[in-house]
Nanobody, 123 residues
Framework: EVQLVESGGGSVQSGGSLRLSCEVS?????MGWFRQAPGKEREGVAS???????EYANSVVGRFTISRDNAKNTLYLQMNRLNPQDTAMYYC????????????????????WGQGTQVTVSS
């Protein structure tokens, strides 16, 4: 069983930054950040598996960075140069087993999910 609790969402103006946090209890080999805007499908934003490279959606490359502090059991998503298209509910996800690289931004690759934190970017 893995439990995830996100925090750090909020409202920011276009061009601003936010850092999301996800407190993790339990073991997970792979973790990811997803987002879902109203009326849209949940999409993968960033992910990584232990000992492997990070994966990013094309829309966030160069702006978002995923990282993990193992000492604090916390996953982060640093989001810079935010724009209104980034407005969404952001979710943390975890999977105890390894995920093939080309599947790591697919929502159905993950078993455990947090409750989400809202990010709103105004122009």
């Amino acid at each position: 069983e893995v439990q995830l609790v996100e925090s750090g969402g909020g409202s920011v103006q276009s061009g601003g930054s936010l850092r999301l946090s996800c407190e993790v209890s339990g073991y997970a080999d792979c973790m990811g950040w997803f987002r879902q805007a109203p009326g849209k499908e949940r999409e993968g934003v960033a992910s990584f598996c232990r000992g492997d490279n990070m994966e990013y959606a094309n829309s966030v490359v160069g702006r978002f960075t995923i990282s993990r502090d193992n000492a604090k059991n916390t996953l982060y998503l640093q989001m810079n140069r935010l724009n209104p298209q980034d407005t969404a509910m952001y979710y943390c996800a975890a999977q105890p087993g390894l995920i093939l690289q080309w599947l790591r931004l697919r929502r159905d690759a993950y078993t455990y999910w947090g409750q989400g934190t809202q990010v709103t970017v105004s122009s």
